[in-house]
């Protein structure tokens, strides 16, 4: 009889452990390969990561109770996903993020049942390109800087058309060109599909795309490629950080001060530490670029551990914009008269208008003006948004919708009225106010569909649309020759957001969505409403102060003892219960501000339990806990030290994020 052979397994769940199943005689499992298995009571899919002629004891008995090894099921692939450089980065990941290894494996690799037999996405099948635009002195001194060296880290800073791209582009080219392997990450698929148009005609064939708006076997497909060494360039999103790229040579971070390349969902990774990560161990060249560092980022390139490369000019003939602020509190309207004036100015000249506004619906408070009743999500403690075009108040956290009341559901007065306003009611304004002029809305209520983004755009830049209005899809990412007019509609409205990086948010949105003025003529123009006309973040962001901004919010964040000074792990406890979710936080820092002492953690602090600024979400009671300290070694070692003795209560879930972008 041919020896049993077993295999070590492990599942996309909080275990940090391995399971061990039977290979069925005949059956030819790999490690690297996923197999359908049985999980308790349910099928269930997971990563085979080990193969073994032997088990332990563990695997056979609990106690004095014998147990069956279960068989694999079926195996999903043919061949493995995976080596051994994947599992060495995951194993990283759990020890970064305290996520288990199926966790890890879970988030890096695409999850397709099988290939599509279709290409991800299309282009042309062309080799890499002769015909690179030839670059300025400034470029080619940035190139130069890049390629002149095997490995190290880079920060290209540039204002807004001063050519980055390019420079990227180029040290891509030259990387190919050594026979190595390059990984182009970007924020987000749609708000940068210039710079993907522009790889994939460079690139052609070698050229691979990984982001959310594909299908999952579409993914499987580019991953199997990247991994066959097919592409030997890949550009996407936040998850395509993990390309099995072998040999590589470069990784590209482009618009590295963008909070989506944070995961939003556990494991919270940053695509950032994960590219530092593997610039380290593969030994490659790593170079971020902005025109707005963050200032964790700029505050390296200061003590010049990321060393700093400057463009200063606009390349295809434009200027930085003329700024102008217009104080809100002697405006009547939404829109000032100056703002419209230059819009009708605009229109007659031929050109073309972006108006900003980072907020969606038609206005964000149902209030009754005799009780002062605010109409609130039944399950998020956040005041419900009205959506005129669906005539529902909608939950901006959780997607619950109701039909806005005729009368107060509290003292049934008639007199109610909606305050506050978003892109819709910014649409409406400007219909009633320009009726002549084409105008376009571009957010995600609009945008639900696949192609809505794309041909908007392209509508857009063909000049068919005189306004285009809309959230952070058009702050970031146009290129379009005709606009030389900007208009940010609330320019403070991040400011009042309880978080240390609100300044610096509030900051780069501004001078981003400025950029889009004028960048292939002179006289770009931008107005700037705002309310706090005076308030050293509007100043430095209208007046193009980049480094008086940072250098005031360092200042800042020192005295705060906030990130670059310090490393945060947040940890969330949140409960549909609110008591059990009260005192398991009570007794979580009871635990950490024991093992604070008995290990004698210099320097560490401890925050809280305090609620979450939005207490509930989605039914669920929300406190959260801040350990801080100057280095992340002796809070990342105190915590995992709890986490090793402390028993979570059944109903409660704790959510654990390492270096924390968002504390709402």
Not at 69 to 85: T, V
Not at 620 to 635: E, G, Q, V
């Amino acid at each position: 009889r041919v020896p049993l052979m077993y295999c070590s397994i492990v599942f996309n769940v909080p275990v940090n452990k391995a399971f061990t199943y039977e290979i069925p005689e005949g059956m030819i499992a790999e490690p690297g390969m996923r197999a359908e298995v049985m999980f308790g009571k349910r099928k269930i899919i997971g990563w085979i990561i080990a193969i073994s002629e032997t088990v332990s004891l563990q695997d056979i008995s609990n106690g004095d109770k014998p147990l069956t090894i279960k068989p694999i099921l079926r195996l999903i692939d043919r061949e493995p996903l995976f080596g051994a450089e994947t599992i060495a980065l995951a194993e990283w990941l759990c020890s970064m993020y305290f996520c288990s290894l199926g966790e890890a494996l879970g988030v890096m690799l695409p999850g397709g049942k099988r290939e599509s037999s279709e290409p991800a996405l299309p282009f042309e099948d062309m080799e890499i390109s002769d015909h690179s635009i030839t670059p300025s002195p400034e470029q080619q001194q940035a190139i130069d800087a890049i390629i002149s060296e095997h490995s190290g880290i880079w920060y290209l800073y540039g204002k807004t058309g001063t050519g980055k791209t390019e420079v990227f582009l180029q040290a891509a080219e030259a990387t190919l060109k050594e026979g190595r392997s390059v990984l182009y990450l970007v924020p987000e698929i749609a708000l940068t599909h210039q710079v993907i148009d522009s790889i994939q005609k460079r690139f052609g064939s070698c050229c691979a795309i990984l982001h959310s708006g594909i299908t999952p076997s579409q993914k499987l497909k580019e991953w199997k490629r990247i991994q066959k060494g097919s592409a030997s360039i890949v550009v996407g999103a936040r998850s395509a950080a993990f390309a099995p790229l072998t040999n590589l040579g470069l990784i590209i971070l482009d618009e590295e001060h963008e909070a989506s390349y944070k995961s939003g969902s556990f494991p919270h990774y940053h695509a950032r530490q994960v590219a530092l990560h593997r610039a380290s161990v593969e030994k490659t060249r790593i170079v971020m670029g902005s025109a707005t560092p963050s200032v964790e980022a700029w505050h390296l390139m200061q003590r010049g551990i990321i060393k700093k490369l400057t463009l200063t000019k606009r390349l295809a003939g434009g200027a930085m914009p003329s700024v102008e602020i217009v104080d809100m509190k002697h405006e009547e309207s939404i829109l000032s008269k100056r703002l419209i004036e230059s819009i009708i100015q605009e229109h007659e000249q031929g050109g073309q208008t972006i108006l900003f506004l980072n907020r969606r619906g038609f206005s964000n408070n149902w209030n009754c003006k005799t009780c002062g009743l605010i109409l609130k999500c039944k399950q998020c403690d956040v005041p419900l948004t009205y959506h005129k075009s669906k005539g529902k108040l909608i939950c901006h956290y959780c997607g619950y919708q109701e039909i806005p009341p005729a009368s107060c559901p509290e003292c049934s007065s008639l007199d109610i009225t909606y305050s506050g306003f978003g892109t819709e009611r910014i649409e409406e304004t400007i219909q009633n106010l320009l009726p002549g002029l084409t105008i376009a809305r571009l957010d995600t209520d609009i945008a639900v569909k696949k192609e809505v983004i794309k041909n908007t755009l392209a509508d857009f830049a063909e000049g068919k649309i005189d306004v285009l209005l809309g959230t952070q899809m058009v702050a970031k990412g146009l290129n379009i020759p005709r606009v030389k007019l900007v208009g940010i509609v609330m320019a403070d409205m991040g400011l009042a957001i309880p978080d240390f990086r609100a300044q610096e948010r509030t900051f780069a949105l501004i001078t981003q969505v400025a950029g889009r003025a004028g960048r292939f003529t002179k006289g770009g123009k931008v107005i700037l409403q705002t309310w706090r006309p005076k308030y050293f973040v509007i100043q430095h962001a209208a007046n193009n102060e980049l480094e008086d901004f940072y250098e005031k919010e360092l200042v800042q964040r020192r005295e705060q003892f906030f990130p670059p000074f310090s490393r945060i792990i947040r940890l969330i406890i949140r409960s549909k219960n609110l008591d059990k979710a009260q005192t398991t936080a009570q007794e979580l820092c009871r635990i950490c501000e024991h093992y604070q002492k008995m290990f004698t953690y210099n320097g560490s602090e401890l925050l809280g339990p305090i609620e979450c600024p939005i207490f509930r979400i989605t039914g669920y009671y929300r406190y959260h806990i801040l350990l801080r300290a100057s280095d992340l070694k002796p809070i990342h070692d105190l915590l995992y030290s709890v986490l090793q003795t402390f028993q979570k209560p059944g109903g409660v879930d704790i959510d654990i994020d390492v270096d924390p972008q968002n504390f709402m």
